[in-house]
C-alpha cells in the first residue's frame, strides 16, 4: 500500500491512511447539526429558566419596597 501525501490541512482534502478510507468532515458537519440544534435548545431552556428566575426575584422586592415607603410615610408624619 503506498501512501499519498496530501495537503495537511487543505479545504476539505482529509484523507485517513487506514484502509484508504476518506473522511468526508461536510457530511460529518452537516449529520452533527441536528446535534448543534438540540444543543441550542437546551442552552435556550437554561437561559430562560434563569431569567425568568431572575426576573421574579426583582420583582418580589418591589412590595417590599412598596411597605417600606409606605411605613416611612406614615411615621414620618408623626414627628
Known amino acids: 500500500m503506498t501512501l ?3 495537503a495537511p490541512f487543505g479545504k ?3 484523507h485517513s491512511q487506514i484502509g484508504g478510507t ?6 460529518v458537519r452537516k449529520g452533527m ?3 448543534w440544534h438540540v444543543i441550542g435548545i437546551g ?3 437554561n437561559l ?3 431569567v425568568n428566575d431572575l426576573a ?5 422586592f418591589i412590595p417590599l419596597f412598596a411597605m417600606l415607603s409606605l411605613w416611612r410615610t406614615i411615621y ?3 414627628e
Not at 56 to 60: I, V
Open 12 to 14: 476539505y482534502n482529509f
Open 22 to 27: 476518506r473522511l468526508d468532515f461536510p457530511r
Open 4 to 6: 499519498k501525501s496530501h
Open 33 to 35: 447539526k441536528k446535534y
Open 56 to 60: 421574579r426575584t426583582l420583582f418580589s
Open 48 to 50: 430562560t429558566y434563569r
Open 76 to 78: 414620618a408624619e408623626k
Open 43 to 45: 442552552i435556550q431552556n
